[in-house]
């Protein structure tokens, strides 16, 4: 492996270790089912996540699962390669999620419903194989924009946590990259031999999410320190200073 791409995995794991650490996201004996879309912040947790089991003091097993939508042209045999490559046991779920929202109800606003669906036959999976971990891929970036979001559409001063106790369902939800920048993955995924599969979803793309990324995008040109602050500013707990 190049120095420079030795560099680039080094700074991911670096930024799982501390996450993990801080958050303590990780119990000896955690079985973990890593929730890959074949998007690039899934796939590039998953190779994080497996070579972290290497050295990380606490042990854990892991397998990979993917939710199909239904949509007809998504080919999972990119991941099952890899996984195979990376020995990782992977699970692919089929379910009729698209055709549910588009052609049955017509969604006007498809993005939220989906994810509950998506997120409800993850979890189911994560209990069938008898896990009791998921991880998924958020990195800073994604909860800078559901911080923005929430503030924006529904009022509220939100973003996801780094370990979330879905009660329901008796499993642990945890985020090992959320203290890592987009930027960093980005590095990764075009140095390393990893994958992404395309999401053919219309949606793709065309969100408020991608609204938000790029709006975040356009002041950090102008103010090239705020993504770090604004990150500072989410693990700030000691200066919140609001109206209550
Ligand atoms: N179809 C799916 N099957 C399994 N897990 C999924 C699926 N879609 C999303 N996830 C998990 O939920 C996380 C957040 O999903 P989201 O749709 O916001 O993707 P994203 O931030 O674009 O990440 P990615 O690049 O991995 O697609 C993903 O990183 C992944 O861990």
Redesign the pocket.
Known sequence: MKHANKIAMKQILGGIRKAVEEYDMIQDGDKIV??????????V?LYGMKLFQRFSPVKYDLAA???G?GFENFDTSPIEEFCKKIDVPYYVVDTDIAEIIFDIRKEKNPCALC?KM?RGA?HDKVKDLGFNKV????HAD?ALETLFLSMFYEGRISTFKPVTYLSNKDIHCIRPMLLLKEAQVEGVMNRHDIPVVE?PCPMDRHTKREDMKLLLKSIYKDIPEGRDRLIRAIRNKDQLSLWF
Do not use: E, F, N, Q
Request: glycine share 16%; proline share 0%.
């Open positions: 890593v929730g890959v879309s074949g998007g690039k912040d899934s796939m947790l699962v993917t939710i939508m994810a998506r993850l991880a998924l891929g958020h994604d999401s």
